[in-house]
């Protein structure tokens, strides 16, 4: 009796292997005929939204390529990538209105990520591209990369940082320009400007950006005149005074154009400067008006 109850268990074991391997309903039998082909293999291309260990580069090949968590320590934030027609067949060149192109979509990018325009704060915008092996196997991307600076002026240093750069700018911010101390060059006028408190006494602040039109580098004096103009225009709106003949007489203004070499990609944002030359003040002069910027007498 117990051999004839082995032979019965063992014959339904028996039909369920076999159940298990029957056609399911629907299906052909074949398990292997319906799965999608994997995509064929494409050129490297950079992610938008992560951290680098490495300073930037213009020329990006993929050995430099050393993503990381934006809490460790690292030098540049990428806050988007883009991409050139993918029928170009050479990378564009400076000053090429493709690469003028790409750097004012970064620049627009950039601008969203911290919430302001990235040049109030001690930040540098930077567009990396291919390598010209990664352009010959099919690459066309543009990434727009930010880092963080010792200074704005002249002889800036990129800083190691943590911490993400997203929203820096929509709140009060180390980053964010505001009062300045000038330091004078050779013949008066101010050289360098160094950040300070602005509870403290201080001649200068930054009001913010003028966009400059598309036009030459400003070599000779007469060049430089329109954007003179367009920062006491920004300076007028800052402070809550009338943009008109008088204006100079308020206030003197420094102006920091970007170098020609950005220029020539495409960066026309120009940081303005009120600047006191005859007094010092304490407090900012954001909205102060006429009382707090009054025509000066001499």
Known sequence: MRRATRVVVAAVAVGALLAGCADPGGTDGDLVDDWAAPPPAGPFTPAAGVCQAADFTDVVTLAEYQPVDCAAPHRVETVHVGAFPAERVAPPAAGSAELRGAFADCDTRATGYVGDDWRAGRLRLAVALPSGAGWAAGARWYR???????????????????????????????????????????????????????????????????QAPDRPYPTRDADWAPLYAGCRSVLGRYVGVPDDADLRFRSGVVVRPPGAGRWRVGDRGVRCYLWLSDRTVTGSLKGAGTAGLPVRTR
């Open 144 to 210: 727009c990369d930010l880092s963080e600076v010792s200074t704005v002026e002249a002889a800036a240093t990129v800083v190691t940082r943590t911490g993400s750069l997203r929203d820096a700018l929509r709140a009060p911010s180390p980053l964010r320009l505001g009062c300045q101390q000038t330091r004078s060059g050779r013949g008066g006028g101010v050289q360098t400007l160094l950040p300070v408190d602005c509870g403290t006494r201080h001649d200068a602040e930054f009001v913010g950006v003028w």
